[in-house]
């Protein structure tokens, strides 16, 4: 059975109702201390010189690699969520004891599509730093947003088959980095455009984000998320198997005193 994406959002919202703080709290810590390490990067590398700024893209890299793990661990407390189970703050920890390198090969290779789908930005930078007058600016900023606009597109429809790499992996222990893209490959096969209207969907959200000062980022973030996995619940027939097991159950809640004794006889 498929549902609309207005299908999942209302099942995202039930399930997030009185869980919020849990998955906010450690979205929140793991920005704090990525803003930090910025901080503590920029102080030891900053300075001019090519030297430098490779020194500061590589500890940056090596920072986002061992960040995936600890955002692998927020899916896995937003999936303990929707399937109504029990998680806490320490679940953020929980693909380190799940053979980490997995995550980070599959946080590596997407490093690698972003980077590759941001080529039109890098080609913009030398126009960037050449500015020197408004006059140049209004010449330069048509083409600068353009390319931003193409990354992002580019991006988006490049990665968008690997959505479901993480939650594979927190499934299936046993399998390897490779195995989880190429597993959310066929997850996604045929659904790659519903995919994309979900994410659509959440435009209108965005647009909010930004005029409020991004105070709303961090919940609009959380209803995305609690949005995905319930996508994810539905392509691996979680969902369905939720309901036929539930059907019966609805079943006999349904029968009268009469019928309830004629069912049991019958059992």
């Known amino acids: 059975m498929k549902y609309t994406g207005k299908e999942l959002k209302c099942r995202a919202r039930e399930s997030m109702k009185g869980n919020y703080s849990v998955p906010i709290l450690a979205t929140v810590g793991i920005?704090?201390?990525?803003?930090?390490f910025t901080c503590i990067t920029t102080a030891l590398f900053?300075?001019?010189?090519?030297?430098?700024?490779?020194?500061?893209?590589?500890?940056?890299l090596i920072f986002s690699l061992i960040l995936s793990v600890f955002t692998a661990g927020i899916w896995y407390i937003y999936l303990n969520i929707g399937r109504k189970k029990p998680y806490s703050m320490n679940d953020i920890f929980y693909m380190f004891h799940q053979n980490p390198d997995r995550v980070i090969v599959v946080c590596f290779v997407l490093t690698l599509?972003?980077?590759v789908c941001s080529t039109p930005v890098y080609m913009t930078q030398g126009l960037v730093t050449r500015i020197d007058t408004p006059e140049k600016l209004l010449q330069v900023f048509p083409v600068v947003m353009g390319s931003i606009c193409l990354s992002m597109v580019l991006t988006l429809f490049v990665t968008l088959p690997f959505a479901f790499s993480y939650m594979l992996l927190i499934d299936n222990p046993e399998m390897s980095a490779g195995e989880a893209l190429?597993?959310?490959v066929l997850l996604l096969k045929g659904?790659?455009?519903?995919?994309?209207?979900l994410y659509i969907s959440f435009l209108g959200m965005g647009i909010l984000v930004v005029l409020s000062g991004f105070a709303a980022y961090i919940w609009v973030q959380a209803y995305m998320q609690a949005t995905m996995v319930q996508f994810y619940m539905e392509l691996n027939g979680e969902m369905e198997q939720a309901r036929?097991?539930?059907e019966p159950k609805q079943e006999v809640e349904s029968l009268g005193p009469a019928q309830m004794d004629d069912y049991n006889a019958e059992a």
């Open 191 to 197: 659904n790659k455009m519903r995919l994309c209207r």
């Open 46 to 60: 900053g300075a001019n010189g090519t030297f430098s700024m490779v020194l500061n893209q590589l500890s940056s």
């Open 244 to 246: 036929q097991e539930e």
């Open 182 to 184: 190429k597993g959310s």
């Open 31 to 36: 920005a704090m201390f990525a803003f930090l």
């Open 113 to 115: 599509i972003n980077m």
